[in-house]
């Protein structure tokens, strides 16, 4: 049983601001060293669409959500949200979102392991690099917030993408990858991770 949560795929993207700031070997070493397994590495220029098809695979819901959260953030502050609906906010997000990702080159990877899902979103920390935890990626390499963001109208710089659930990771896996870009190989160091009896012999 077991076994099989040790093939838990999700996507990550370094977005062209991680490119820029020369945090590609940092970033990755942070979820290598925890014992997950890349099986797909891929430089990418995303075109506008691509990037906005990304952001879509949650439909007209994530529009919603992205939306009502947003408003509720302006509240928050005691000011008044300049859209008429929460989905003229997400539409707005999505926009920014888009240009934020087609802005330059980015590199996109699969990782797998167990729980790499929670795993990576743990490492990566939260979507505000101001408000999220020191000792995340976000946290440690970025300075970015909603109020810098959204005085400049702009998408909130974040240095990397990373999928929130396992429907959002397939959806999103293949809109950037074809099937025989995954690598499917044994890593040695599964031997100790999820080995029963760390004998060498998988059970
Ligand atoms: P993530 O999974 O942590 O990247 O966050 P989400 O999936 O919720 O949102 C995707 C992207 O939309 C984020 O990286 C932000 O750039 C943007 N975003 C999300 N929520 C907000 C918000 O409340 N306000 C603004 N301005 N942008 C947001
Ligand atoms: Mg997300």
Redesign the pocket.
């Known amino acids: 049983m077991a076994q099989k949560m040790q093939n838990e795929r999700t996507l990550v993207i370094i977005k062209p601001d991680g490119i820029q700031r020369s945090l590609m070997g940092e970033i990755i070493s942070r979820y290598e060293r925890v014992g997950l397994k890349l099986v797909a590495m891929k430089m990418v220029l995303p075109t506008p669409e691509r990037a906005t098809e990304h952001?879509m695979v949650g439909g007209e819901e994530w529009l919603e959500t992205?939306g009502e959260?947003?408003a509720a953030?302006y509240e928050k502050k005691g000011e008044k949200s300049p859209y008429k609906t929460y989905r003229d906010n997400g539409v707005a997000?999505l926009e920014?979102?888009a240009k934020?990702m087609s802005a330059g080159p980015v590199l996109a990877m699969i990782w797998e392991g167990s729980h790499a899902i929670p795993l990576v979103r743990k490492i990566t920390g939260?979507?505000e690099p101001l408000g999220t935890d020191v000792g995340t990626i976000r946290g440690d390499f970025t300075l970015d917030s909603?109020q810098l963001?959204?005085a400049d109208n702009r998408?909130?710089r974040?240095l990397i993408?990373?999928s929130?659930d396992p429907e959002e990771a397939k959806k999103e896996i293949a809109i950037w990858f074809d099937e025989d870009d995954i690598i499917e190989y044994r890593h040695i160091q599964e031997q100790i991770l999820y080995d029963v009896n760390m004998d060498g012999i998988l059970e």
């Open positions: 952001y992205v959260k947003a953030a997000i920014a979102n934020y939260g979507t909603y963001a959204d998408s909130i974040n993408h990373a929130g």
